[in-house]
């Protein structure tokens, strides 16, 4: 047992005891579900965000509990959302038909039905929100047993799954069940009913509460939707028809409605993702009360919030005290309250609130004092300035004077006394206070997070050692049943007793003295028998791929082949390239040609087993070199274009437009004549 908690798990880890908290074993779930949300995105290198979804039964200390692991295993929590409220999400909010904001809400039931505990559910819904009006829980106790207990439960399990598909006896077989015992049963699904009564009887009342409490008619409820594995089971389905006269619905997926809704809420909280937008407006499970005490006035106590009150939601709480008190909702300690000058007690705001993750806090504290301001006398000989004169105090002095009543002069207005005598100015002084948080359970989070991040360390250098077995386990079985198959062809019947010879000696080890040897050793294992194996896999490889490489190669020499001798018959595609370029193209594809033959021959002449005389990746790499760096240049270059014909401008005489044997206009135009002399 550790201090502060209620329980704790003794397990053997790593050949030695160890204890771990709830907060502890939660944070160990959460990063495995990590590992493998990363495992299977590839856009996504680190899951750093995330909604956890909780009983909505859960208290206070619980959800304290839950934020602990959450942090503990390096992630931040976005919100911690209630089951049902993330049901009730991933219903709405793909929902277009839902009534629009003021008219009559659409009332669903959902019923979720889990392995641990029913929840029930009533939702007023409207386009783009929802509200959870109010639920009720039953629970069942795990308990622990031996392992032949837990063998028992699992058969049971899978018994119950058929009999909800069939109302035929199913039978129920566990082979060494205690004692080296085979054992054997039947059961069928009246049976089952009839002994699980007293639970479905309380499904029943609790749905009939859920009416009674809200005090929504079941004929006001639209629709009932049943969730959770357990919801398959027929006599559910019943009582839902006999509470609501009304069929209930399995529209959603019945596994994992929570984990959608949490996903979605996920992705409505984050700025990564842009969704459509739906508000919650989640209903609190619990009364809130809140007492104080300490100081020189009594103590008292108030209901801050109450069942079915919305969430989050802040409240302020008004007190009057003259010392420092403490305030118990677990339990807060509120310092630096003095008593005013006139000894009374001041008036002190405590503002409380219920965060979206559904947990309690005392936010701030402030001490409020009133004083009264005196005027400043004047000292004797001191004329005060013409503005001072007819200056005012407080929220007059920016004002302008008010008119005088009509039919009185000024002068007799300004003369007559006044109503009365003066209020006094006062002004409110208000003083932040120190709250201390003082909780029953103090979650060491860092102390948590080493732990986790030791854990994770050993887990990863575990998880390696793993695939360092496995991989020569895989290579031992991999090898010997193709050097009988695919590679019986590539390597000597010597060689091939020789390398079974050796994967038979690493199969021995590996079940003996190699069962717990460290990761370099299963390396180094590996890498002696690859030592061996790799040349045969790769003889094998090059036969596959050298063919068609050779194929690839002949089929472009033919094509650029083709284009030269199309090139000599005078064809229109490349008659404009040089003679010379050309030249060049049919001397590069010979050569390759030729020493492309030379290869295939040599090829041709060595056996299967031995080394090969030419590999795929060098035929290709020749044919790319080729026709990168002669053969494409040459034949892909493009015609030049033919010369535009220039269009006369209407704005010039005829005689200065373009000739018809001169379409570009490049001649110039003709001198112009000189002007004939005038005679008298």
Known sequence: ????????????????????????????????????????????????????????????????????????????????????????????IYKQDL????????????????HASTQATLVAFHKGKLQVRFWEVFGIDAKESPRAWLRLLDECEKLKKQMSANQTPIPLNIECFLHDKDVTGKMQRAEFEELAAPVFEKIRQMLLRLLEETGVNKEDVDEIEMVGGSSRIPMIRRII???????????????????????????????????????IKDSQPYRVKIMWSGGASEGGESDVFVERDEFPFSKMVSLYRSDAFQVDARSWRISGVSPGADGQPRKVKIKVRINPNGVFTICSATMYDTQVVEDVPQQDGEQPMEQDSQSQSGADAAAPPAPAAAGVPANDAAAQP???????????????LLVEERLPIVYDVQKYTDVELAMQAADLTEKHKADAKNAVEEYVYEMRDKLSGALADYVTEADAEAFRSQL??????????????????????????RKFGDP??????????????????????????KAYEDYVAGGEAHAHIDSADMEKVI??????????????????????????????????????????????????????????????????????????????????????????????
């Open 241 to 279: 028809q006999d509470v609501f006269n009304k069929d209930p619905k399995t529209t959603m997926n019945l596994d994992e409605a929570v984990a959608r809704g949490a996903a979605m809420q996920c992705a409505i909280l984050s700025p990564a993702f842009r969704v459509r937008e739906f508000s």
């Open 418 to 432: 006044p109503a009365g005598p003066p209020k006094p100015k006062t002004k409110t002084i208000s003083t932040e």
């Open 504 to 529: 038979t000696t690493a199969e021995d080890w590996l079940y003996d003295d190699g069962e717990e040897a460290e990761r370099p050793v299963y390396e180094q294992r590996l890498g002696e028998l």
């Open 587 to 680: 001397n590069a594809i010979e050569e390759k040609k030729r020493w492309l033959d030379e290869a295939r021959h040599k090829q041709e002449r060595k056996p299967k087993t031995d080394p090969p005389a030419v590999f795929a990746h060098e035929i290709a790499q020749k044919q790319q070199v080729l026709f990168s760096s002669v053969v494409l240049p040459i034949l892909n270059k493009k015609k030049p274009a033919p010369p535009k014909k220039k269009e006369k401008d209407p704005k010039l005489p005829a005689d200065q437009q373009p000739a018809a044997g001169d379409p570009a206009g490049d001649n110039p135009p003709p001198p112009p004549q000189p002007a004939e002399m005038e005679v008298d």
């Open 1 to 92: 047992m550790l201090p502060g908690h209620l329980h704790a798990f003794q397990v053997n880890y790593q050949g030695r005891e160890a204890i771990f908290t709830p907060e502890q074993v939660l944070a160990a779930l959460l990063t495995k579900l990590r590992d493998i949300i990363e495992s299977q995105l590839k856009d996504v290198k680190k899951v750093t965000d995330c909604v956890v979804a909780v009983p909505s039964y859960f208290t206070d200390v619980q959800r304290r509990a839950t934020q602990a692991a959450i942090q503990s295993c390096g992630l931040n929590a976005l919100r911690i959302l209630n089951e049902n409220t993330a049901i009730a999400l991933a219903y709405g």
């Open 536 to 561: 045969i896999v790769e003889r094998y490889r090059e036969a596959q791929a050298r063919k068609p490489a050779f194929d690839a190669f002949d089929t472009a020499i033919i094509r650029a082949r």
């Open 99 to 114: 009534p629009e904001e003021g008219a009559k809400a659409r009332y669903v039931v959902f019923l979720d039905v889990g």
